[in-house]
C-alpha cells in the first residue's frame, strides 16, 4: 500500500509540476506529426498525433521496428511498457496487456487483448498470429476500450495496420542470411494512380531449430521454422471523398515442433537440461493417432479485409470495415519431454470469423463524436488427440512395476518393458488413443457511441459506451475407450470420460453495458494531462465437458460468470522540440477474474479466483539532441495479482498474474547520420529487461523465471540515395540461457517441461530499393 500511495504521488507531482498555461487555441493540424518522434496513430478511429491522445498508447511506425530490429510481434514486447508476448508457437501466442493475458485455446473461451489486423479483430489465439512485414504502424492501446475495439479488449488492444497502396511506382526487395542456417526473403512492389492502386507484399523465412533433438524419428530439429507471408492491396478512390481498400492474405507455418524439454527424465546426452540437446521422439503410430508423422506445427491462414470510408458531407463521414478470416491449424507435441512413448498429442484447431462494422463520424472544432453498430461471429473448435503405450504410460505415470525406472540414467526407455513384464510376454506394446475436442459458435451484436466535446481550445472532454448482447453456444466430444492392461479403469488418463458417441452442447445468452470516460486538458499545445475511467469485460464461459452420472455419460456444464474490471487512469503527455515522451498510472479492479488452471489429466479449466486488482506506472521518453541522433527508453511498474486473503478462491490468494513482470524496460539510441556522396551510416543497439515472471497460477518458484536482460543491435549503411543498404543485427548477443515458458502439458501429470528461449542470432541482410 505505502508504494502505490507513492506512486500516485509521483505521478501527481509529475504532472502538475508545470503551471497551466492557456493554450493559445487548439493544435492546429491534429494529425500532422512535428518531427520523427511525433507519431499519427487511430486509435480513437480518427488520425490524432499520439501526444494528444487521452488514453495509455505506444506506438511503431514499419520503419522505426525496421531501425531496431524487431522482425516478430514478440520481440515488439520488448519495446513496450506494460506488454509481454509469449510466442510458444504460431499456433500459440500469449498476449499480455498489464499483467493480464489471453492465451487459451480453447473454443468455449473468449479473449481479453484484442488483436486487430487492418480494423478487423482476430483474437482467436489458434488463429491470431501474423507476421509483421510491410507495416504501416503499430498500436498498442493499454485499459479496456470496448467502446473502441469491441469487448474482447478487456484490458487493451493492438492494432496492425499494414502499407496500403499509394500513387507511383515503387518497391523493395530484402534477402538475408544468418546462424542456423537463417534465411530471409522479403519486399514488396507498388504501382497505380491515385485512383487506382495496387500493393503485393510478402515475406518468408526459414531457419534451422535451435535444440538438437537425438530422436531418429524426427527430421527437424526443435524450433525449426518456415513461415510465408503474402498480402495484395487495393486501393479504389474515384473520388476525393471515397476511399475503398480491399486487402487479402495469406499467411502459413510449417515450423519444426515446440522444445518441451524435461529436467526429471534423462536423455542418452544425460541428465534433463532444458538448455541442451532434447530427445523427443513422438509417438510412433502418430501420422494415424494425430494427425502427422513428425512434431511441428502445420498451419495456414486466409484473411480478406474489405475497408470503405465515404465523407458524404462536409465533417460527416461514414466508415464500413468488414473481414473474414480462416485458420486450419495441426500442431503434434510431446508433452512429456522425453524419447518416452507416453504423452504424446496434437491440436487440431480450425475455424472461421466474420465481422462487419458500420460507424458515422463528425468532427468540427468543438465536437468529435461517433456511432455505429458492430456484427461479429465465430465458429471454431479445438481437438486434441492423445497417443501412448500403455505398459509406457502405467510404468511412467504410476511405477506399476517396482524397481523399473521410466528413463534410465543412460536415456534409455526402461518402461518400454512394462507391456512384455505385465502381460507374461503375450504382449510388446500396446498403443492406445483417445481424443476430446471442445467447440465453440460465438455471436455478438452491439451499438456503440462516442463523444468528444471541446468547449475551449484546452479542453476535451470524452463519454462513450457500447451496448453488447452475445450468443454463447458450446459443444463437447471425447472418444476415451477402456485401456487392455487395465479393464476396470474407464480411460487411461484419468478423469477423462468417453461421451458414448454423443456430442454435447449448451448455450447462453449475456449482455452487457461497458462506458468510458476521459478528460485531457492542455497546459500547451505540445503539453497534455489526461485522465480515464473505463470499463472492461471478459464474457462468461460456457465451459462444458463430460461426467459420469449413474455409470452413463452425461453433459457437464460449468458457466464460468464473465470477468469485470474496471480501469482508473491519469498520466502527462509531451511534445517539446527535441523532447518527447509520457508517463501515466493506472490502477485496475477485477471482479470474477478468470484463471485457467491445467488439471491433473493435462486438459486446462476455466475457474473464477475472486477479486483481483493491478496498480502500475509506465512512463516512455525519447530525445533527440540531434539529427543524426535519437536517444529513448521506457519503463513499466506493476503491482498486481489476486487479492490476498481470498475467501472465495483460497488457492489463489496472494499470486500474481502469470506472465506479468514486476519491472520491465528498455533503453537505447539510434545514429542515422548522412555521409557523403548519397550514403548514410545508421545503428541503433538497445537493452531490454525485464524481471522475474510466473508461468503458472498458484505462483511456484519452480516453474518461473527470473530476471532476463537482453542485448540487441542492428547496424549498416545505405548508399545512392537509400536505394541500397548493407545491414547486420544481433539478438541477445550475450548469449543469456532463459526460459520461455514451463509447466505446460507435462506438469498437469506431474512432470513439468521447460521451453528454452532464442539464444543468441545474428545475420546480414541486403536491400534494394526502386
Known amino acids: 500500500m505505502k508504494n502505490r500511495i507513492a506512486f500516485a504521488a509521483l505521478l501527481a507531482t509529475t504532472a502538475f509540476i508545470a503551471t497551466p498555461a492557456l493554450a493559445q487555441s487548439a493544435v492546429e493540424d491534429n494529425a500532422t506529426p512535428r518531427d520523427e518522434n511525433d507519431i499519427v496513430v487511430t486509435a480513437q478511429k480518427i488520425e490524432q498525433r499520439a501526444v494528444d491522445v487521452p488514453i495509455t498508447i505506444s506506438a511503431l511506425t514499419g520503419e522505426r521496428m525496421a531501425e531496431i530490429g524487431v522482425s516478430d510481434l514478440d520481440e515488439l514486447s520488448n519495446y513496450i511498457p506494460g506488454l509481454n508476448i509469449q510466442e510458444q508457437s504460431a499456433n500459440n501466442p500469449g498476449i499480455v496487456i498489464r499483467g493480464i493475458t489471453s492465451d487459451s485455446g480453447s473454443a468455449q473461451q473468449g479473449p481479453r487483448v484484442t488483436l486487430y489486423y487492418n480494423g478487423v479483430d482476430i483474437s482467436r489465439s489458434r488463429g491470431s498470429y501474423q507476421a509483421v512485414y510491410d507495416l504501416e504502424r503499430v498500436e498498442v492501446i493499454k485499459g479496456p476500450q470496448a467502446t473502441l475495439f469491441g469487448t474482447a479488449s478487456a484490458v487493451g488492444a493492438i492494432s496492425m495496420t499494414s502499407a496500403r497502396p499509394r500513387e507511383g511506382y515503387s518497391g523493395e526487395l530484402t534477402g538475408g542470411y544468418g546462424n542456423y542456417n537463417t534465411t530471409l526473403l522479403s519486399g514488396y512492389v507498388n504501382a497505380g494512380t491515385d485512383v487506382l492502386a495496387g500493393r503485393l507484399a510478402f515475406e518468408w523465412k526459414t531457419r534451422d531449430g535451435y535444440v538438437e533433438n537425438l530422436s531418429r524419428n524426427q527430421r527437424k530439429d526443435l524450433y525449426a521454422q518456415d513461415q510465408l507471408g ?88 461514414f466508415t464500413t470495415v468488414n473481414g473474414y478470416r480462416n485458420f486450419d491449424s495441426l500442431e503434434i507435441f510431446d508433452a512429456d519431454g522425453s524419447a518416452a512413448w507416453y504423452l504424446e498429442f496434437g491440436e487440431y484447431s480450425k475455424g472461421w470469423q466474420a465481422s462487419h462494422e458500420g460507424r458515422f463520424a463528425y468532427a468540427s472544432d468543438t465536437l468529435r463524436a461517433s456511432a455505429g453498430w458492430n456484427f461479429f461471429v465465430e465458429d471454431n473448435f479445438q481437438n486434441v488427440p492423445f497417443s501412448s503405450e500403455e505398459g509406457t504410460f502405467l510404468q511412467c505415470a504410476a511405477r506399476a512395476i517396482p524397481g523399473l525406472p521410466c528413463i534410465d540414467a543412460s536415456g534409455v526407455v526402461r518402461a518400454a518393458q512394462a507391456t512384455s513384464i505385465l502381460t507374461g510376454g503375450r504382449a510388446t506394446a500396446i498403443p492406445y488413443t483417445s481424443e476430446f475436442e471442445n467447440q465453440g459458435r460465438n455471436a455478438s451484436y452491439s451499438v456503440f457511441a462516442d463523444a468528444t466535446w471541446i468547449p475551449t481550445p484546452a479542453l476535451e472532454l470524452t463519454a462513450g459506451v457500447r451496448f453488447l448482447l452475445e450468443d454463447r453456444k458450446s459443444g463437447y466430444f471425447a472418444r476415451v475407450p477402456r485401456p487392455v492392461l487395465n479393464p476396470t479403469a474407464t480411460s487411461l488418463i484419468s478423469g477423462q470420460i468417453d461421451t458414448g458417441g454423443q456430442t454435447f452442447t449448451a448455450k447462453d445468452h449475456f449482455s452487457a453495458v461497458l462506458p468510458r470516460f476521459n478528460i485531457l486538458y492542455r497546459l500547451s499545445d505540445d503539453v497534455n494531462v489526461f485522465a480515464t475511467v473505463s470499463k472492461g469485460r471478459r464474457s462468461p464461459v460456457v465451459q462444458l465437458n463430460a461426467r459420469l452420472a449413474n455409470g452413463a455419460p452425461a453433459a457437464n456444464l460449468q458457466l464460468v460468470p464473465e470477468e ?204 534494394m530499393r526502386f
Open 230 to 317: 503474402i498480402r495484395a492491396s487495393v486501393r479504389y478512390a474515384p473520388i476525393d471523398a471515397l476511399t475503398v481498400d480491399l486487402i487479402g492474405t495469406y499467411d502459413r507455418q510449417r515450423n519444426g515442433g515446440t522444445p518441451f524439454i524435461s529436467r526429471a527424465l534423462p536423455t542418452q546426452a544425460g541428465p534433463g537440461n532444458p538448455f541442451g540437446k532434447a530427445n523427443l521422439g513422438g509417438s510412433p503410430v502418430s501420422q494415424a493417432a494425430l494427425g502427422e508423422d513428425q512434431l511441428g506445427l502445420y498451419r495456414d491462414v486466409y484473411d480478406i479485409n474489405l475497408t470503405a470510408a465515404w465523407e458524404f458531407a462536409p465533417n460527416f463521414t
Open 564 to 767: 469485470v474490471v474496471w480501469n482508473y487512469e491519469a498520466g502527462l503527455k509531451a511534445s517539446l522540440g527535441p523532447i518527447s515522451g509520457s508517463l501515466g498510472v493506472y490502477y485496475q479492479k477485477y471482479d470474477g477474474f478468470q484463471v485457467s488452471v491445467v488439471q491433473p489429466n493435462g486438459t486446462s479449466l476455466t475457474q473464477s479466483a475472486g477479486a483481483a486488482s493491478n496498480l502500475g506506472v509506465e512512463a516512455e521518453v525519447a530525445i533527440r539532441p540531434t539529427k543524426w541522433l535519437n536517444v529513448f527508453g521506457n519503463v513499466g511498474y506493476i503491482d498486481g495479482g489476486i487479492d490476498e486473503n481470498n475467501s472465495f478462491a483460497p488457492a489463489f490468494s496472494g499470486a500474481r498474474f502469470r506472465l506479468q513482470p514486476e519491472w520491465q524496460a528498455a533503453a537505447g539510441f539510434t545514429i542515422s547520420a548522412p555521409l557523403r556522396g548519397g550514403t548514410r551510416l545508421f545503428a541503433t543497439p538497445s537493452v531490454t529487461h525485464r524481471s522475474r515472471i510466473f508461468f503458472e497460477v498458484p505462483n511456484n518458484i519452480a516453474i518461473s523465471q527470473g530476471p532476463v536482460t537482453l542485448v540487441n543491435a542492428r547496424a549498416g549503411v545505405s548508399f545512392m540515395e537509400e536505394k541500397f543498404e548493407i545491414a547486420a543485427y544481433v539478438r541477445n548477443a550475450t548469449n543469456e540461457r532463459y526460459l520461455l515458458d514451463a509447466g505446460n502439458t507435462g506438469g498437469g501429470f506431474g512432470i513439468p517441461t521447460f521451453i528454452p528461449a532464442e539464444p543468441r542470432f545474428y545475420g546480414a541482410q541486403f536491400t
